[in-house]
């Protein structure tokens, strides 16, 4: 009779890290499976986005509103400007949506209303436009910036975008001895 040997931890760390990545891929596609369709998922994302970007226009008090971290860094509303024109003008440009006309820098910079505004005009359009997008459209091959790509992911790909440009503004915060507003999931 063979004599029972236990299971060994898997010795190789390459393994271990692909076994949970594995896991996780796993997990979080059954997640958002059951939270709606990807199209929803990538509406909720776009939502909390918006919601970031305001806490954030809200929490510095405008006379910070130019002031950067660094010299080679945009101000805090350049880097909130940004952010919000990225996700409309790229997903209009990638997905052949309408015209887009937003708010100047000039304008958006004058004032915490005007640069809440630009926030919510850039957000709305970027909304409408996925809201619209049909199936087949999503399905198309997209081009963003050389990257070919199906144009749903370009959705995640924005959402990429506003999280690392979002995360640079923290600086301005921590610059002034200033809590950024709460990190909060969607």
Do not use: C
Not at 46 to 63: A, I, T
Not at 64 to 73: E, G, I, N, R
Not at 155 to 184: C, S, Y
């Amino acid at each position: 009779m063979k004599p029972i040997v236990p299971i060994s931890p898997v010795p190789n760390p390459m393994i271990k890290s692909l076994l949970f990545l594995a896991g996780f891929a796993i997990a979080s596609n059954a997640g958002a499976q059951s939270n709606g369709t990807p199209r929803d998922h990538q509406l909720r994302m776009l939502e909390h986005q918006r919601k970031v970007l305001l806490q954030m226009v809200d929490s510095m008090p405008e006379r910070l509103y130019l002031d950067k971290v660094t010299p080679t860094q945009r101000h805090f509303a350049g880097q909130i400007h940004h952010a919000a024109g990225a996700v409309a003008l790229i997903a209009r440009q990638t997905m052949s949506g309408p015209a887009v006309t937003l708010p100047d820098t000039t304008t958006a910079f004058a004032s915490r209303a005007n640069l809440r505004n630009f926030v919510m005009q850039s957000y709305d359009y970027a909304t409408a436009l996925i809201r619209t997008q049909t199936d087949a459209s999503r399905s198309e091959e997209g081009d963003l910036f050389g990257s070919k790509m199906p144009k749903w992911q370009i959705w995640d790909e924005l959402h990429m975008h506003t999280v690392w440009t979002a995360g640079q503004i923290v600086g301005n915060f921590r610059k002034h001895n200033m809590a950024p507003p709460a990190f909060t999931f969607f």
